[in-house]
């Protein structure tokens, strides 16, 4: 069963607002990830959170997490219209280094010009 | 560096034909895993390794083998594909020690009739 659960499915806004996606998972990790992929292509890493991290910034991403909670979000400031794609968290359990990632089903974004 | 290459990028297959899905990089890394991407389902690990000669299952790996006799090198196959096979499978290298970031490779778009 897959580890983690994205909302929204799918989110539609315009050039320049901002874009929240969350993330929920179900058992321990080691840490976060997110990933892109736009269409027809494979996917890109962003941004990873450690566990024992709570907030982390690159660039126009900032991706918080709660472990207490077992959710985090990535927040996508001045969206543009190349920021369309699929984004993805990704969760690396335990201590067991293994290179295991769940994967969550994944948010669709759209900006719109 | 080419970083992942998988080849080919595109194949149809009947019912019971068997193939192998080629995957390489060139950047050392010791991790390497195979993913299957169905609409909706985001990424499931079908298998994976941790290095030459080491491999285990992930959460789908039924009707698929695998072996990694290099570093460079790991191919997965397809015995005797069957329509639920149909998908989009990408291969992921990644190292450790660095919170297995993963590279990915642009995919194999298969269809089995």
């Known amino acids: 069963s897959q580890q983690g659960e994205e909302d929204p499915q799918a989110l539609s806004i315009q050039e320049g607002e901002n874009a929240t996606m969350n993330c929920s998972y179900k058992?321990?990790?080691?840490?976060l990830q997110w990933y892109r992929q736009n269409s027809g292509r494979g996917l890109v890493h962003l941004i990873l959170i450690r566990s024992n991290e709570r907030e982390k910034h690159s660039g126009r991403l900032r991706v918080t997490l709660d472990t207490s909670k077992k959710s985090s979000s990535l927040l996508i400031t001045a969206s543009r219209a190349a920021d369309t794609a699929s984004y993805f968290c990704?969760?690396?359990?335990?201590?067991?280094?293994?290179?295991?990632?769940?994967f969550g089903q994944g948010t669709t974004l759209q900006v719109k010009p | 560096n080419a970083g992942v290459t998988q080849t080919p990028k595109f194949q149809v297959l009947k019912t019971g034909q068997s193939m192998t899905l080629q995957c390489a990089q060139d950047?050392?890394?010791?991790?390497m895993s195979w993913y299957r991407q169905d609409p909706g389902m985001g990424l499931r690990l079908i298998h994976y390794?941790?290095?030459?000669?080491?491999?285990d299952q992930g959460e789908v790996p039924n009707g698929y083998n695998v072996s990694r006799s290099t570093t460079e090198d790991f191919p997965l196959r397809l015995l005797s594909a069957a329509p639920s096979q149909t998908s989009v499978y990408f291969c992921?290298?990644?190292?450790?020690?660095?919170?297995?970031?993963?590279?990915f490779g642009p995919g194999t778009r298969l269809t089995v009739l």
């Open positions: 058992t321990s990790i080691n840490n």
């Open positions: 950047m050392n890394h010791e991790y």
């Open positions: 390794s941790v290095g030459a000669g080491i491999t």
């Open positions: 992921a290298s990644s190292t450790p020690g660095t919170g297995n970031e993963q590279f």
């Open positions: 990704a969760t690396r359990g335990g201590s067991s280094n293994t290179g295991k990632l769940i």
